[in-house]
Structure formats: C-alpha cells, structure tokens
C-alpha cells in the first residue's frame, strides 16, 4: 500500500536553523515568537513523509556564516502544530536559551535512510553541490527535487570524517582558528616539514614543504579566501596600489615566496580563485586527512 507521500509525489526541502536550534530539540522544525494564529513562513507546506536536509550554520569569529553544516536528513511525521516544547529549560543550549519560549510551532520528524556517523558533517554549501542558487528566507527553503535530495546525502556521507584522525581537537573545526590548531597538531602528516611563523595578519603562517617556503592562508570554506579581502592583499605592490587581475601575482606584495590557501571545506569549484589568481593553489584539509595525502609543491 502507497504511503501518505507517494500518493501525492513527496516533497523536499532544507531545514535551515543554527547548530544549537538542532541540538535544542533533535527531530524537530520549530519556531518561537509567533501565536497559535500566525504560522511561520512554509511550516504549512510540509505533510506527512515529506522530507527534509537538516542544514545547519556556525557563525564564524568574524559574525559571518561560513561554516555550512549537514546534521542529519529527515521525513514529517507530524505536520506542523502549536503547542509546548517537549524539551526541560534546563536541557536547552545557552546559546539559544535568551530566545527559547515553553510555546511555539513545531514540526516532528525521523530520520531517514543513512545518516552521519559521527555527528554534523562540513560541506560545501548547498548552492556549490546543487550548481544553482536554492537558498531563501526563512528556516523551512522549498523546492529541493528527491535527486537533489540524494546528490546531498552522498555528497555528506562521502565527506563524512573519523573524529579521531582530526589531530588535537578530536572533532571537526568550526572556525579559522580551530583549523589553525588541526594544522598545528597534525602539519608533519600533511606534508608541512616545519611550521616557521604564525602570524594574525595576512597570510596564516609559513612553513616549509619540500624544502620550499610557502606562506598559507588558512580558511574554514576556501571562498573565504575572497570575501576576506585576500585577492586584493595578493595585487598589493609595495606602493599599496591593486594590480588589474591579469597582473596578479602568487605573491605576498614584493615578497617572492608564494602563497597557497589551506581550507576545512574547498567550495571553489567552478575556479572563482583562480580567476583572479591564475596559479593559485588550494589543499582541502578533510579530504588530506582522509585519504592521507600530503600537500605537494
């Protein structure tokens, strides 16, 4: 017998909250501040075994949301409805208890189907796995088809990493700093023979690798590279004048040594970087922890 969804073709869609709001009430889509009388935006589109990609955001040191999380991928068993949280006060988050509320719009789910293993899982977002723009306002975003559905889930399980090959922290970064600490700890297995400076202005460090010194950029997601400000720090000539983009140079202003990004999560692509610095090179931490290769120069 054809469930409630297959009878009427089952939607898709991403759930889109902060990691605590999931951690809050696991399963659950929910929504406080509004009353009995004013449901959320698209909480009333989602019925009965539909489903949903649990996508969850860290706000980085900077306020900016550049670290793009899956936690899990779900399927309604409870269309939405207004009452009390099932959740104790005292088991809330403190990060989301000043907002927490005993009342308020909720969806019920299950999990479906394989899951992460370890916890929350690093991706690139959404809009670079899919290769069009799907996110909107709001927590509840439509219009996800069941392949898309899929491509996501495979995309997750097979970024999926074993906290115990994260050198020191054990868990998966969520900051730049975090990333730093994970190079640190872990630099001679990444092919890095000595760390020779760390420093808190452009670039991260330079270290040797081959015999050779290479200053590296650590970022959370790649992109960040960009949105940093660190293509133009490239163009820099010693008199503090931008280069055009064909002029730009793989190098620290005048110094000749070249500069490579280190990222969590490479989310460039379709090669947005290079476009404006041709040779630039860019290593994916998760994936040299997992398959153990070493970055090369």
């Known amino acids: 017998m054809a469930s409630v969804a297959e009878s009427r073709q089952r939607k ?20 406080t501040g509004r009353s009995r009388n004013d449901m959320p935006r698209n909480f009333a589109q989602v019925k009965l075994g539909d489903r949903w990609v649990e996508f969850a955001y860290i706000r980085d040191e900077q306020d900016e949301e550049t670290c793009s999380l899956i936690t899990g991928f779900y399927e309604c068993t409870r269309k939405a409805w207004y009452a009390t949280f099932p959740q104790d006060r005292s088991a809330v988050p403190d990060s989301v208890d000043w907002y927490w509320d005993d009342k308020g719009w909720m969806i019920e789910g299950k999990q479906c189907g394989p899951q992460p293993s370890y916890g929350p899982v690093s991706v690139p977002s959404i809009n670079q796995m899919l290769g069009r723009t799907v996110f909107g306002r709001g927590a509840i975003i439509p219009g996800l088809s069941a392949k898309e559905f899929e491509l996501i889930r495979k995309e997750t399980l097979s970024r999926e990493l074993d906290p115990s090959k994260i050198p020191i922290l054990g868990r998966e970064p969520t900051c730049e700093q975090e990333v730093l600490t994970v190079v640190v700890g872990g630099h001679k297995e990444l092919g890095i023979d000595k ?41 820099r000539t010693s008199h503090g004048k931008l280069k055009g983009r064909r002029e730009a140079k793989l190098k620290h202003e005048d110094d000749p040594r070249p500069v490579a990004v280190l990222c969590w999560v490479d989310s460039n692509r379709s090669h947005e970087l290079q476009e404006d610095v041709p040779d630039l090179r860019v290593f994916e931490l998760q994936t040299l922890l997992r398959t153990g290769r070493k970055i090369g120069w």
């Open 12 to 31: 898709h869609f991403i759930v889109k909250h902060g990691l605590d709001a999931f951690q809050a009430l696991p399963g659950f889509i929910w929504r």
């Open 195 to 235: 760390i020779l400076k760390v420093q808190t202005r452009f670039p991260d460090m330079l270290v040797s690798i081959n015999g050779q010194d290479v200053y590296l950029e650590l970022e959370l997601d790649s992109l960040d590279f960009q949105s940093h400000g660190h293509v133009a720090d490239l163009r």
